[in-house]
């Protein structure tokens, strides 16, 4: 079975401080993806990537970025963050090619900012 | 741009009654569709999807969902329900040629004895 993995489950922080949510997956996946999800307004795509060094905007880029130095690691970085950045990030794989795109995802970063 | 409308936020059922959870999508080219359940303080689980063929899918749990390409839906639904299928049900769906999903609201599904 694909894992995904996002090595922190529960992070309050500070407003203005910079933050690093960090996921990793073992099964080679060519994409992978960061979506936001807040009661109420489901899951929003902030960035996603296919291929190392590669990263492409989402649906709400603003206030984040990211970065994929290597095939299995993609991570999502608030640069300063702020109190409606307070969410549940979930990251997410998937192997590239022809026919649907079949997420596997994280179990979730719980973020708080104060 | 495609849109995913999940019509119930909520969907409170009785133990071992049937129950449908509702999507209708909306798409300028043909898609692949999914649902996927999101468990209390868990990730989100493929529940089941449609590819090609049969309009009719069969998932985990005993789900099963059907494909409605004139009335651009893709219910969901189960016979029987139990107090283990309260979770959060998220309809999502995948143009063909496109990398990445679109998802629905959610429907929190409140399954009480």
């Known amino acids: 079975d694909v894992k995904v993995t996002q090595s922190s489950r529960y992070l309050v922080k500070r407003t203005g401080e910079k933050v690093f949510l960090e996921c990793v997956q073992d099964?080679?996946?060519?994409?992978m993806f960061w979506y936001r999800q807040d009661p109420g307004l489901g899951l929003r795509l902030i960035y996603f990537?296919?291929?190392?060094?590669?990263?492409e905007k989402g649906d709400i880029p603003e206030g984040y970025s990211v970065s994929r130095e290597k095939k299995e690691r993609f991570s999502l970085i608030l640069e300063s963050a702020s109190t409606n950045q307070t969410s549940m990030y979930l990251c997410?794989?998937?192997?590239?090619?022809?026919?649907?795109?079949?997420?596997?995802f994280g179990a979730g970063s719980r973020l708080t900012v104060l | 741009a495609q849109s995913v409308t999940q019509l119930d936020s909520q969907v409170p059922v009785f133990e071992e009654a049937p129950v449908e959870l509702r999507c209708n999508y909306s798409?300028?080219?043909?898609?692949?569709l999914f649902w996927y359940v999101q468990y209390p303080n868990q990730g989100l689980q493929l529940l089941l999807k449609?590819?090609?063929?049969?309009?009719l899918v069969k998932g985990i749990n005993g789900f099963e969902a059907e494909f409605n390409k004139s009335q651009t839906s893709f219910h969901l639904r189960k016979p029987s329900v139990h107090i283990s299928d309260t979770a959060e049900y998220f309809c999502?769906?995948?143009?063909?040629?496109?990398?990445?999903?679109?998802f629905g609201k959610g429907t929190m599904l409140l399954v009480s004895p």
């Open positions: 997410a794989s998937s192997l590239r090619g022809a026919g649907a795109n079949v997420l596997t």
């Open positions: 449609y590819l090609s063929g049969s309009t």
């Open positions: 990537s296919y291929d190392v060094k590669m990263k």
């Open positions: 099964m080679d996946h060519e994409n």
């Open positions: 798409s300028s080219v043909s898609v692949y």
């Open positions: 999502a769906v995948n143009p063909m040629g496109y990398s990445t999903l679109t």
